[in-house]
């Protein structure tokens, strides 16, 4: 497995999902040295939390992009330049801390018992979810992105 360290501030033919990008897997990519990575991450970075999405990328953005839009926990750019990294940075270290404090308000919180029966699921869908938990040594996958500080919406309260 190679992994590539993602700097915000140097320009790169990747793309990443956002300025708290770290890492990119690639090549051989199975569960145990993601796990690896993941904990040497955490060890040597204590003062931050990893989430690791597994998901393709370009899935990640558009859900995260949806989540973002949700009038609970939306936040405006509040005058950021775009085209400067690091207002763009700050700007994505204010909506994660806004999402974070979102997401540990007792009052938006969804009970799981109020999901049930709303979310609908083929038979193609659950073999997949099956057969990832019964093998969940190959993702799939043939990179995945590391992300400090969990900013990927839809992780950021993990």
């Known amino acids: 497995m190679d992994v590539a360290v993602i700097d915000y501030r ?3 033919a990747f793309r990443p ?3 708290f990008s770290c890492r990119r897997l690639s090549g051989g990519v199975s569960l145990r040295p ?9 060890r040597a970075d204590t003062g931050h939390r990893h989430l690791c999405t597994l ?8 859900t995260s992009g949806h989540a ?6 939306a936040i405006g750019p ?3 330049d775009f085209d400067d990294p690091e207002s763009v940075r700050r700007f994505e270290a204010r909506r994660l801390a806004h999402v974070a404090a979102r997401l540990q308000d007792p009052a938006l919180r969804v009970a799981w018992d109020d999901v049930c029966e709303t979310l609908a699921a083929g038979a193609g869908d659950v073999a997949a979810l099956v057969a990832m938990n019964r093998d969940p040594a190959h993702a799939g996958a043939s990179w995945l992105p590391l992300f400090r500080h969990g900013c990927v919406l839809a992780g950021a309260g993990a």
């Open 34 to 42: 993601v796990l690896d990575c993941l904990d040497g991450l955490d």
């Open 10 to 12: 140097a320009p790169s």
């Open 17 to 19: 999902i956002d300025t």
């Open 78 to 80: 509040d005058g950021t």
């Open 68 to 73: 973002g839009c949700d009038e609970r926990i």
């Open 55 to 62: 998901d393709d990328l370009s899935q990640c953005c558009y």
